[in-house]
């Protein structure tokens, strides 16, 4: 569903722009009621699907998941994963990724973010803030 949304999103535009059309040659106000409703009602109930899709998945629990990232000397990339411990409500290290020099597609700067784009399947963007 997500490739048809890439490739054939746009075609939900189509709808909208001739019921703003009608509403604009027949200058009834009913026509923009519906169009509006359009918008509010239909699009998103037609992107829910895409959006749970992507959320619900594995690799997105492990973008969200609490981290530092390291860059030693190497240009490694050290990815360390924190979960909250409930008993003494602290984090506590559970994972350590470390990825290699050869992994990195590329690292830019965009604002006061710094952004490091990865091959990897996992996680592929790392956004770090200055």
């Known amino acids: 569903m997500l490739l048809w949304?890439?490739?054939?999103?746009w075609l939900?535009?189509?709808p909208?722009?001739?019921?703003?059309?009608?509403?604009?040659v027949s200058?009834?106000?009913?026509?923009?009621?519906?169009?509006?409703?359009?918008?509010?009602?239909?699009?998103?109930?037609?992107?829910?699907?895409?959006v749970f899709n992507q959320i619900l998945?594995?690799?997105?629990?492990?973008?969200?998941?609490?981290?530092?990232v390291e860059i030693d000397s190497a240009k490694n990339v050290i990815i360390s994963f924190y979960d909250k411990d409930e008993e003494n409500d602290?984090?506590?290290?559970?994972d350590r990724e470390t990825i290699p020099n050869s992994g990195?597609?590329?690292?830019?700067?965009?604002?006061?973010?710094?952004?490091v784009w990865l091959k990897s399947s996992g996680i592929e963007l790392i956004l770090i803030p200055d």
């Open 57 to 68: 998945t594995p690799k997105a629990r492990r973008q969200l998941a609490l981290k530092t």
């Open 90 to 94: 602290r984090f506590v290290l559970t």
């Open 16 to 24: 909208l722009i001739a019921i703003a059309v009608i509403a604009v």
């Open 5 to 9: 949304m890439i490739t054939r999103g």
């Open 27 to 50: 200058k009834d106000v009913r026509w923009a009621i519906v169009a509006v409703t359009y918008i509010l009602v239909c699009i998103p109930m037609i992107l829910t699907p895409v």
């Open 12 to 14: 939900l535009i189509i």
């Open 104 to 115: 990195i597609k590329g690292v830019f700067h965009l604002f006061s973010t710094t952004i």
